[in-house]
């Protein structure tokens, strides 16, 4: 019978040691919950300062997405009518070509003279208009011209190479 009441009384030994050590993990976990609550009411208060502002964020960047969108939609037509504008420059540059690459440069030399004399002329009353406004003066201003013309009649200052365009 000894030997029974040996055994009840290491079962109840082992009982208060396990109940004892249940205690502490429990008392751990109640610590480590109670720190967790207050770390998890810190971080939801911090959420909800921060909502008010994400929103705002979220509807300026909505706002600014439409803007962009809308003035992207605009530019389209513009690029639209570069496009057009560059397809007839490079029709207008080969039709040129097809018509004047087969002319001699005396061919050439007849059909810009017209052209040129015409920015010559333009030049002199661009000229001549400065002096009238009182840029330069006037006699000054006669003899410059008078000098230029002679120098661009002696020499050509556009040279035609069959190449233009």
Not at 84 to 91: A, K, R
Not at 96 to 116: H, S, W, Y
């Amino acid at each position: 019978m000894g030997l029974i009441y040996l055994s009840i009384l290491l079962v109840a030994i082992a009982f208060l040691i396990a109940t004892v050590y249940i205690c502490f993990v429990l008392k751990r976990l109640t610590n480590t919950m109670r720190s967790l609550s207050v770390t998890l009411g810190s971080a939801e208060e911090q959420v909800g300062k921060m909502t008010p502002v994400l929103l705002q964020t979220i509807k300026e960047t909505d706002e600014l997405i439409g803007d962009v969108t809308e003035k992207v939609q605009a530019t389209d037509s513009m690029f639209d009518s570069v496009q057009l504008l560059g397809e007839s420059v490079q029709s207008a540059n080969t039709a040129l070509q097809n018509g004047l690459g087969n002319l001699t440069d005396a061919e050439m030399d007849r059909k810009v003279k017209p052209f040129i004399e015409g920015i010559k002329w333009s030049e002199v009353a661009v000229q001549l208009y400065g002096t009238w406004k009182g840029q330069q003066p006037k006699q000054k201003n006669e003899l410059m011209i008078k000098n230029e013309l002679k120098i661009r009649e002696k020499h050509d200052i556009v040279k035609v190479t069959g190449r233009e365009g």
